[in-house]
């Protein structure tokens, strides 16, 4: 059985979900749903990120403890996932006891191959960050996330060799092209391995920060927040025995948004190679999401929460427009507009109108039961049901190569197709004469094997609407995975159709 490994970002706790974390989680949900649909044994991680400074400070400000306060954020993040309907398999907290163990195992590992040495060293730290910056990484001599001048600070810490293994990941990149996708994400990475990256500091004295992981041979540290979360993609698989981790880990499947492209690209595949441990199969990086045009931010009072959008539209309606309003890789803007656009165009006026009036029309003309096909199947039955043939080819094409966008359009073509069908064949005219019955009755069992490829393929994108409309055909659930079906076998001749209930009534 082929089987994939999806993981996400785990989520800093200083916040709350919005649009941005939903987004990734909305993908990886999508592409892990795809694969499990067609067998693929599937593990999906995701989890929150709970050490550092921030975290710390946060918590101060809020008045409560910095367990109390993880504690309730991550517990707010899985909520909102559950909420949201996302199948994660694993959810991992970095102060999950197994995790800090493993990162500690990891550390002692990387540190008795000599990987780790103590060093003074001077540098500009970005609080905000968490991090120290090169002068070549500031701009006009400030940090380029939070926009002030990094801290000059002068003290002993722990180093990784990251530059050891500059030449061998430059190497590993440049064979396998699709390591790190889209392209101008790889060639971003291969830009940096192209001049020399240095060590990277790992740890954090206890002086400034008590929040963190402690360094297993010097406990007057703790771990850079970095090094630690990283990690998480190895000691999630590993939490559930060797043999997950042996069959998982060499296929897994990176999905991170293009802020962390250093950590992910640079950072972590020479941690694996210090560490004696394959490198993941691919690195897959997002754009950014802006609202109507602008940054979201608290101040402007445009972020957008993942769960107001549920109650708003419904899920299905927003994880569409995220998913088909963006292409992988690039940014894209939400702007209610193009939301109400996209909602009524395609959700209410092609997809909700095809079932509505095919349904509508089996009940009033057959009291729902299914009619025979024409046999033989006339040239304009025959092009509704090759329509539907080359959408399912194209979306496993589009959805291996990220462009769930495209896999959307191409099924919206084949239902804008069956609605087409409905004008040219006319039903609802041929249905005034008697003898005509018959051809009426084969006309709306090919709109049926319209829905019901629909849903199929729609099902990883839209899960609750392809559920539901299934459940309107009277089909059962298990057959939402049966994509071998031929086109006229689902229905059998008198199978009952339920009646028509709105899919997504439009919105103003």
């Known amino acids: 059985m082929p089987h994939t490994y999806i993981t996400t970002p785990i989520y800093y706790v200083n916040g709350d979900p919005h649009l941005g974390s939903a987004y990734t989680m ?17 593990f999906y ?9 921030k975290i710390a400070q946060a918590a101060a400000d809020a008045g409560v403890g910095v367990k109390e306060f993880t504690d309730r954020v991550s517990a707010s993040f899985r909520a909102a996932w559950d909420m949201c309907d996302i199948t994660y398999d694993h959810f991992i907290r970095t102060t999950d006891d197994y995790h800090i163990r493993y990162v500690q195992e990891f550390l002692q590992k990387v540190h008795d191959a000599g990987d780790i040495y103590f060093h003074r060293y001077e540098g500009l730290y970005c609080f905000g960050c968490e991090r120290f910056y090169t ?76 929040w963190g992981i402690e360094l297993p041979f010097d406990q007057r540290y703790v771990t850079y927040v970095w090094f630690d979360a990283l990690i998480n993609y190895i000691s999630g698989l590993k939490y559930k025995g060797e043999e997950v981790f042996q069959k998982f880990w060499p296929e897994a499947q990176h999905f ?77 803007d939400f702007r209610e507009e193009s939301l109400t656009a996209r909602y009524n165009g395609d959700l209410a006026n092609n997809l909700g109108n095809l079932a509505s009036r095919t349904l509508a029309m089996q009940d009033r003309y ?11 199947a006339p040239e304009i ?13 194209e979306v496993e094409t589009q959805v291996g190569n990220l462009l769930l966008n495209r896999a959307l359009e191409a099924v919206f073509r084949a239902t804008d197709h069956a609605n087409k069908y409905i004008t040219e064949t006319a039903p609802f005219t041929l249905a005034k004469d008697p003898a005509s019955l018959p051809r009426v009755g084969a006309v709306l069992h090919n709109l049926l094997e319209a829905l019901r490829v629909s849903c199929q393929l729609l099902s990883p994108f839209l899960p609750e609407t392809s559920l539901k409309l299934f459940t309107l055909l009277n089909l059962p659930a298990e057959q939402l995975t049966a994509y071998s079906l031929p086109w006229g076998k689902a229905f059998a001749v008198g199978h ?4 028509p209930q709105p899919l997504f009534p439009r919105i103003q």
Not at 192 to 202: F, V
Not at 366 to 376: A, E, I, M, R, T
């Open 26 to 42: 909305i993908i990886t949900d999508t592409i892990a749903r795809y694969y499990r649909a067609r067998g693929w044994d599937t």
């Open 45 to 53: 991680l995701t989890g929150t990120d709970e050490h550092g400074n």
């Open 135 to 210: 002068p070549k990484e500031l701009r006009d001599g400030k940090c380029p996330d939070h926009l002030t001048a990094p801290t000059l600070i002068e003290e002993e810490n722990y180093f990784f060799r990251m530059s050891k293994y500059q030449e061998r990941l430059l190497a590993h990149i440049e064979a396998n092209p699709d390591f790190i996708r889209p392209e101008g994400f790889k060639n971003e990475v291969l830009g940096m391995l192209r001049e020399q990256i240095g060590d990277l500091c790992i740890s954090r004295p206890k002086s400034r920060l008590t």
């Open 256 to 332: 991170i948004g293009k802020d962390i492209l250093k950590p992910h690209g640079l950072f972590w595949p020479t941690m694996l190679m210090a560490a004696g441990l394959p490198l993941y199969k691919h690195l897959n990086v997002h754009g950014f999401w802006t609202v109507e045009g602008q940054k979201m931010s608290k101040s402007l009072g445009n972020v957008i929460s993942p769960l107001a959008m549920k109650e708003k539209i419904g899920l299905d309606a927003f994880r569409y427009f995220l998913l088909r309003e963006s292409v992988f890789g690039q940014d894209a």
């Open 366 to 376: 057959f009291k729902g039961l299914v009619q025979p096909l024409s046999n033989p």
């Open 381 to 393: 039955d025959q092009r509704l049901a090759a329509a539907f043939a080359q959408a399912a080819t």
């Open 496 to 499: 009952q159709i339920q009646k």
